[in-house]
């Protein structure tokens, strides 16, 4: 399975463009988070995401390095299991890029 995107707003700010929306997990979670690209926003290339956990329980963060969104659990911070159903679980970002 795969990361459902659910648009809210996007649009042109001067240079810059902006996507904001929902990221829904999938039934099994990968150990380092799930790769997003550009192209799952509209975008060529992403400059930050601003992740805002909407679940209690988990807390969404943005791995600029690798491009992918990871989850944590909310006590404690460490990741959730590898393989684990997250298929309940959103996050919404406010992405920028180009």
Partial sequence: MA???TKYASGVHGDQRYWQGLITFDSSYPTG???VAA???QMNSIECISVTPVNLGQIGHWDQVNSKVK???NAGGAEVANESDQ???SVSVDVHGV
């Fill in 3 to 5: 990361l459902t995107f």
């Fill in 33 to 35: 988070g799930e790769a």
């Fill in 39 to 41: 192209a799952n926003f």
């Fill in 71 to 73: 989850l944590s659990a």
């Fill in 87 to 89: 298929s309940g679980t």
